[in-house]
């Protein structure tokens, strides 16, 4: 790609549903304000990795990921496995099409205003943001290490983003598909027994749900902050049901660390040493139950992302 072919985006468009109606307005907003840009669409999580590194390779140098919060982190992922030579060439976009669009809304990028979110990025304000690690062996007895621009969930709350993903593809509404995984939530397990080690404390008992965050974790980690180097950590202990549709209120009210079963903390690492039979949620996604003890750290300032002005 030469000097100018530089300048065009790489748009990574990852679509929600099967209408094409989201797509044409982003390329007719692109073409309305004189972007020039490339568009490849991915078909399944695979694609994604498969087409981030397509557009690396490339040359491109603004990489736009049209997708919620799984979608960029697949980006971020296979922007890591390249050198930090080639890393801090390319700024990283995002235009929400996404379940739950928590990082993008996080920067205030609104689903609905393709238009300033098009003005925005061709403003081309960089950051640099940090990135979670979480470290682990899967059931294959294998090492593996995944990052993220958000959060990871552990435990209930892992298990009810799972539940609601699915019920989403089969219901077709965000909100029913909430109502009903909430429903369902109550007749699955509501405590995990958990070893967990943060800054001097050790937590040796039993948890409902425990969110680690570099952005706001939907809601359990409001006050993280993903460039300051630092975790923030919402640790909820076993509760009584009425206070579990209490905190889900706060939760949705942006009140959720005024519960009285709330224990916030910040940090650069937290080693969790047992947490039997607890899901393990990544930016959304289930990476499912990790074998044995894992880590999560932070690396500061690791990824150029565009922000609005």
């Known amino acids: 790609m030469n000097s100018e072919g530089k300048t065009r985006w790489g748009i ?72 930090k030579q080639v890393r801090d060439t390319i700024a990283l976009g995002v235009i929400p099409n996404g379940v739950m669009n928590d990082f993008a809304r996080y920067w205030d990028f609104k689903e609905g205003n393709v238009e300033q979110t098009v003005d ?3 403003k081309h304000r960089v950051r640099q943001v940090d990135l979670g690690c979480i470290r682990y062996t899967n059931k294959k007895g294998e090492q593996c290490h ?36 909430i429903f369902l939530m109550i007749f699955h397990r509501m405590d ?3 070893n967990v080690k943060i800054n001097s404390d050790v937590i040796n008992r039993k948890v ?29 202990y076993h509760t009584g049901l009425l206070q579990v549709f209490a905190g889900l209120w706060l939760l949705i009210t942006g009140r959720f660390l005024n519960h ?21 949620g990544v930016d959304g996604r289930l990476i499912g139950t990790p074998v044995g003890a894992y880590r999560i750290d932070v690396e500061q300032e690791v990824i150029n992302f565009l922000i609005p002005d």
């Not at 709350?157 to 089969?170: E, G, W």
């Open 208 to 236: 409902m749900t425990m969110c680690i965050g570099s952005g706001p974790g939907y809601g359990q980690t409001p006050n993280a902050v993903p460039y300051n180097g630092l975790l923030d950590v919402s640790i909820v």
């Open 146 to 181: 995944r990052y993220f621009l958000n959060c990871v969930n552990i435990g209930l709350i892992a298990d009810v983003m799972n539940m609601r993903r699915q019920t989403r593809s089969l219901l077709g509404s965000r909100t029913l598909s909430f109502i009903v995984s």
């Open 120 to 122: 925005w990025l061709q």
């Open 12 to 83: 990574l468009y990852c679509p929600k549903g099967r209408s094409s109606k989201q797509r044409e307005k982003i390329q007719r907003v692109l073409d309305e304000k004189n972007v020039q840009y490339d568009f490849v669409q991915s078909e399944s999580t695979d694609s994604v990795e498969r087409l981030m590194s397509m557009l690396i390779h490339n040359g491109y140098k603004t990489i736009v990921v049209v997708g919620g919060d799984s979608a960029l982190n697949d980006a971020v992922n296979c922007l890591m496995n390249e050198e």
């Open 260 to 280: 009285r079963s709330v224990h916030p903390y910040r940090t650069r690492e937290i080693q969790i040493e047992e947490a039997k039979h607890a899901m393990v």
């Open 192 to 194: 995990y027994k958990m």
